[in-house]
């Protein structure tokens, strides 16, 4: 078959300028018609190795981020410059059994028996839609082969970036304030500023509040009972738990901070997608609010 003249044709009826008819160009040829749409197909099918470029960007995300599921893994092929509609990465997803699968149960550690005064929940009434406005506190414990150890968190809830943490071995007013230290280094405390967190001893602690009370921060307290009304922490420690913590074994402290501090600047900061920030990791969103660089 004159594979040429078949192209050349093809292309000329794209265009809009049919030179011959398929029929006479058939005739001509010496082929059938069926033997020409099945040519056509053929050329005008994807390359048969599409879905292997498209599944090996899907892997190494999916090795990346563990918890994406198929929408953000679109979103995040789009920012790599590869389409794939979110029904293609799905089933490519189920054929390499590459859903993410939740592995454990979270459990919260709070100690709000203390004597320290409790401030009222101001987090409701707030509408942030800007930095540093809110910002949000939480502890979780880590566990190592031979020990517990300690994670204190800030974030600012507009932009879900984490500002501020400290990990120690010990789970007392040092290790909040250390983790509050850092945030205040890096962020401009503007006026109305609320700090939220649960009611634990470690925050409701003279030495924390007074540094609150210090730098003109508003505090805010959960209410008892209510541990969703530090939802966006509690979802950060889960996020955490589930793409970090869950995934290594760590044997020494020094191995657990290197392995945290990645996650938390390099990667939940500037890489991973937030569905709430327009698939944006939080370092690109605060760029595109203040126009700045990332």
Sequence with gaps: MNYALIQEQ???????SPRLSVSRMCQLLEVGRDTYYRWLVAVQAPPADEDLLVRDAIQRIALEMPSYGYRSITKELAR????????RVLRLLREDNLLCLRQKRFYATTDSNHA?????????????????????????????????????VVL????????GWALETYLDARLSVAA???AL???TVLPGLVHHSDRGVQYACGAYTALLQGHGIQISMSRRGHPYDNAQAESFI???????????????MSQARTNIGHFLESVYNQKRLHSSLGYLPPVE?????????P
């Excluded at 093809?10 to 809009?16: I, Q």
Aim: with cysteine; glycine share 4%; hydrophobic share 40%.
């Design 238 to 252: 889960k996020t955490l738990k589930y793409e970090e913590v869950y995934l290594n074994e760590y044997e020494t």
């Design 185 to 187: 280094e890096t962020r």
């Design 285 to 293: 969103f605060e760029a595109a609010q203040t126009g700045s660089s």
């Design 80 to 87: 790599r410059g590869i389409v794939a509609n979110h029904k």
């Design 180 to 182: 509050l230290n850092m």
């Design 116 to 152: 320290f005064p409790v401030y009222p929940n101001l987090a409701p009434a707030l509408e942030v839609d800007g930095l540093n406005q809110l910002w949000v506190a939480d502890i979780t414990y880590i566990r190592l082969q031979q020990e517990f150890i300690y994670l204190a």
């Design 156 to 163: 600012d809830a507009f932009s879900r970036r984490c500002i």
């Design 10 to 16: 093809v292309h000329s009826r794209v265009s809009g």
